[in-house]
């Protein structure tokens, strides 16, 4: 079973602090994603990547930064965070095309007071 | 881009009933369709994908799902529910090189 690791699984900060989230997998997937999840949106896509360097907007990408350092690696980034970004974050990946099956990970909880 | 629409938030049936959660999603052409299931606390695991051919596929789990070109559609059925089947599934659509999208999730409760 592929694997997908966040770290870290909660984190709480205050507004127009710095986060970082991350997520690694290693399975050699090319794809990568970034999902929040909230309550009556469901997974809402912020960013995604389809190899090490490359980034895509995804919907919601307003107040986040990414990078895919490597294939293995793909970071969120929220420089100054805001409570509207109290949110569960999802990576996920998928081997050679965004049509493959996700694997995900299991999740961080953001909260930003 | 495509979408994706979960018109039910909330089902509840009984254990050993049959169960539809529906699906319906925008975009005039070629789609991939996935469902999903959440239990609570834990990430995303895949059930199941169409994206062509026989228009029924089977998943895990006693689960299977039919796809609709003409009522863009793709439900989601189990014959039997068992309580274990309780949590949240999303439905979700991707088109060529982009970003699977998924709908708000339907929670599925089922009733000793």
């Known amino acids: 079973e592929a694997a997908v690791t966040q770290s870290p699984r909660n984190k709480v900060t205050v507004t127009g602090g710095n986060v970082t989230l991350s997520c690694r997998q290693t399975?050699?997937?090319?794809?990568m994603y970034w999902y929040r999840q909230d309550t009556g949106h469901g997974l809402r896509l912020i960013h995604y990547?389809?190899?090490?360097?490359?980034?895509q907007i995804g919907d919601v990408p307003d107040g986040y930064k990414a990078t895919r350092t490597t294939q293995e690696d793909f970071f969120l980034l929220l420089e100054l965070a805001s409570p509207s970004q109290t949110s569960l974050y999802f990576c996920?990946?998928?081997?050679?095309?965004?049509?493959?099956?996700?694997?995900f990970g299991h999740g961080t909880k953001l909260s930003v007071l | 881009t495509q979408t994706v629409s979960q018109s039910d938030a909330h089902v509840t049936v009984f254990e050993g009933d049959s169960v539809e959660l529906r699906c319906n999603y925008s975009?005039?052409?070629?789609?991939?369709l996935s469902w999903y299931i959440q239990h609570h606390g834990r990430g995303l695991q895949f059930l199941l994908k169409?994206?062509?051919?026989?228009?029924v596929v089977q998943g895990v789990n006693g689960f299977e799902a039919e796809f609709s070109k003409s009522d863009s559609s793709f439900h989601l059925r189990k014959a039997s529910v068992h309580w274990s089947d309780s949590a949240v599934y999303f439905c979700?659509?991707?088109?060529?090189?982009?970003?699977?999208?998924f709908g708000a999730g339907t929670k599925l409760t089922v009733k000793p």
């Open positions: 996920a990946s998928s081997a050679d095309s965004s049509n493959e099956r996700l694997f």
């Open positions: 399975n050699s997937h090319n794809y």
């Open positions: 990547s389809y190899g090490a360097g490359n980034l």
């Open positions: 975009y005039g052409g070629s789609i991939y």
């Open positions: 169409y994206y062509s051919g026989n228009p």
């Open positions: 979700a659509a991707s088109i060529s090189n982009n970003a699977p999208r």
